[in-house]
């Protein structure tokens, strides 16, 4: 089973270039979440998508858009990177926001901006 | 202000050295708290949820234990694959709340 899937994994930019993160769950779940995870820190909330065609800014949104674009797929945009954007990048799923099942991450992005 | 901290940051046991991990959280509204392991290059991968006070938890060498304030992951006996971060998150609303995590190493 592929559970949640991320592209691409590895990725290196420049300061004010653009470009999308990619993820695709293969479990049926509504909800869809991106998180940041940096060193020394815990994974912060960026935006979450409780269920198709909604989505909603979690602790740290600004300087990303994110697109719903099924019920399998939740994009991470940066319209213009910053340094300060560098991380590590997880997408995750869940049955449901207020459900109070599991999520269910993939392996992440790691992206650096030079 | 919600807040988690997990302690000690860093564990270094022996093989077979049992020990606890810590999590203090003040989060309002809590929803039950989630216990997650990470690899060096992986994603979370979830362990246990706990609902209420009293409530435990086991698999293999771990249990999960809450209290309303704390959360503890007890390991019994460990061994060199248990070596990986160890994260806690509350849910408050839906959303976790991570802790910064106790990365584990067991030496044989």
């Known amino acids: 089973n592929a559970g949640v899937t991320q592209t691409p994994k590895f990725q290196v930019l420049k300061t004010g270039q653009s470009m999308t993160l990619q993820c695709a769950q293969d479990m049926n779940h509504n909800s869809m979440y991106w998180y940041r995870q940096d060193p020394g820190m815990g994974l912060r909330l960026i935006y979450y998508?409780?269920?198709?065609?909604?989505?909603d800014k979690g602790e740290v949104p600004n300087g990303y858009n994110v697109s719903r674009l099924n019920k399998r797929e939740f994009s991470l945009r940066l319209e213009s990177a910053a340094p300060s954007q560098t991380s590590v990048y997880f997408c995750?799923?869940?049955?449901?926001?207020?459900?109070?099942?599991?999520?269910?991450f993939g392996d992440g992005t790691r992206l650096s901006i030079l | 202000e919600d807040q988690v901290t997990q302690s000690p940051e860093a564990l270094r046991l022996q093989e077979g050295e049992s020990s606890s991990l810590n999590c203090s959280y003040t989060?309002?509204?809590?929803?039950?708290l989630f216990w997650y392991r990470q690899d060096p290059g992986k994603g979370p991968e979830f362990l246990f949820t706990?609902?209420?006070a009293g409530e435990e938890k086991e698999k293999e060498r771990l249990k999960a234990t809450l209290t309303k304030k704390e959360s503890f992951l007890h390991i019994t006996a460990p061994k060199p694959e248990d070596s990986a971060t160890y994260l806690c998150a509350p849910a408050q609303g839906g959303k976790l709340i991570f802790g910064q995590g106790t990365e584990l190493s067991v030496k044989p």
């Open positions: 989060v309002s509204g809590l929803r039950g």
């Open positions: 998508s409780a269920s198709e065609g909604t989505t």
């Open positions: 706990l609902y209420s």
């Open positions: 995750a799923s869940s049955d449901g926001v207020f459900s109070n099942q599991p999520q269910h």
